[in-house]
């Protein structure tokens, strides 16, 4: 089955045409900028463009993307659109499209505020575009509800859970489904039979616990800032930093939103940049900011991973994916030599290669757990779902 995958944000719409047959993206693309100075870029099995668009609103935008996959005559053959959803908010697993969804996704916009109403207009302008095709909402959520209580409840009055839904949520979950069941795939078990820890590093970072196929704890909480070092968010902060910087410096709520959001992370750290591969170039010539940034990332990697692997009974493989986790070396290297004290032996050589002719092993050959690095597909699980449901 054909299907369009849309990742629909808040001035911008990600898509890709997936084949479930051959796991393939025959065509992907993005349209940014929507409302400012609309650019689309995309890319076909015939032609490629790179050009502005007249995109005010979501609708143009929408409407731009199916222009180019009607000049790759590719609009005929999609058979659904699967979304990417950030927050499921009471979803435990996938779901078609209904008015329903669409109004739920709406009243949960508090928890993130400028995602959810990008992927609900996202849904009815795809329903002008596409009027036949059935569509699928995947949330990144969804993964995360198999959570005992223990682990999604946060140490504050149990009313505010009950009357706020304030909850440990987590976030990146399609892309820790994907590659636990990859690692599965690779090492020859089945998904029950495996005890995992996830690593999503990117941008935005989150690792998870996953025991059996099943998620059980995760570090992003209420919302993606909690949990690790991030691009520029700040991860875990003592609360009280907030109230003292408020008293000390007269920060307010948008100022804060601000720092922990936006200026904190490898980008507050170093001083210089967010980007992990400006960093690991600058720490080699010497730039003290780089090297804190890059210490810090890891040792607070290694510290959280430590403290979820206790959700587990055992523990078989750490996996690292998103673009620090498949590319940077350092970082793996560094992560595992703190975690040493599980067991982690890394392979040198397998790791410079990123695990790419191995099997995505980068532990030593016999060594337990293992270190593993799978690159992940978020497009291709929301397109299998898709398929799954709508068939
Ligand atoms: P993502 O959000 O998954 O696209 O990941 C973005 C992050 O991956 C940025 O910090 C990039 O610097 C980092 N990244 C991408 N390629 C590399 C690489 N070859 N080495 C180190 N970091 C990388």
Redesign the pocket.
């Known amino acids: 089955m054909r299907v369009l995958v849309l990742n629909c944000g808040s001035s911008s719409v990600k898509f890709a045409v997936i084949d479930t047959a051959t796991h393939e993206a025959i065509s992907s693309g993005l349209v940014e900028n929507i409302g400012v100075n609309g650019h689309i870029k995309a890319k076909g099995p015939t032609s490629k463009i790179d050009t502005m668009v007249d995109a005010p609103t979501h609708v143009e935008a929408i409407a731009a993307m199916q222009d180019f996959l009607k000049t790759e005559n590719l609009v005929d053959s999609i058979e659904a659109i699967g979304h990417r959803v950030v927050h499921g908010g009471k979803y435990i697993t996938s779901a078609p499209v209904t008015r329903e969804v669409i109004d739920y996704i709406k009243s949960i916009t508090l928890f993130a505020p400028l995602h959810e109403p990008a992927h609900a207009m996202g849904m009815e302008v795809a329903k002008k575009y596409f009027p036949t095709l059935p569509q699928v909402a995947v949330f990144d959520t969804a993964f995360h509800q198999t959570m005992p209580r223990k682990a999604f409840l946060y140490g504050i009055p149990y009313k505010y859970y009950e009357d706020l839904q304030i909850r440990r949520y987590g976030f990146h979950g399609t892309s820790h489904r994907y590659v636990s069941a990859e690692a599965a795939r690779l090492l020859g078990k089945k998904p029950e039979d495996l005890n995992c820890i996830t690593a999503?590093?990117?941008?935005?970072s989150s690792a998870a616990a996953i025991r059996g196929g099943k998620c059980v704890d995760t570090t992003m909480g209420f919302t993606p800032l909690d949990g690790l070092v991030m691009?520029t968010r700040s991860g875990s902060l003592d609360p009280a930093i907030l109230f003292f910087l408020n008293k000390k410096l007269g920060f307010d709520i948008d100022r804060l939103d601000k720092l922990v959001n936006k200026e904190s992370g490898?980008l507050g750290l170093s001083g210089l940049s967010?980007?992990?591969?400006?960093?690991?170039q600058a720490a080699s010539e010497g730039h003290e900011g780089a090297k804190i940034a890059l210490e810090v990332f890891c040792y607070k990697l290694a510290r959280e991973i430590g403290g979820i692997t206790m959700a587990l009974p055992t523990l078989d493989a750490l996996i690292f994916t998103?673009?620090?986790?498949?590319?940077?070396?350092?970082?793996r290297e560094t992560t595992l030599e703190s975690l040493s004290i599980l067991g982690f032996k890394m392979d040198k050589a397998r790791n410079e290669k990123n695990g790419k002719e191995s099997g995505g092993i980068i532990s030593r050959e016999g060594s337990t757990p293992i270190a593993m690095v799978i690159a992940?597909n978020e497009e291709l699980l929301i397109a299998l779902d898709t398929e799954e449901l709508v068939k």
Do not use: A
């Open positions: 999503h590093l990117g941008n935005g691009g490898l967010n980007d992990m591969r400006t960093l690991t998103g673009g620090i986790g498949e590319n940077s070396r350092i970082v992940t």
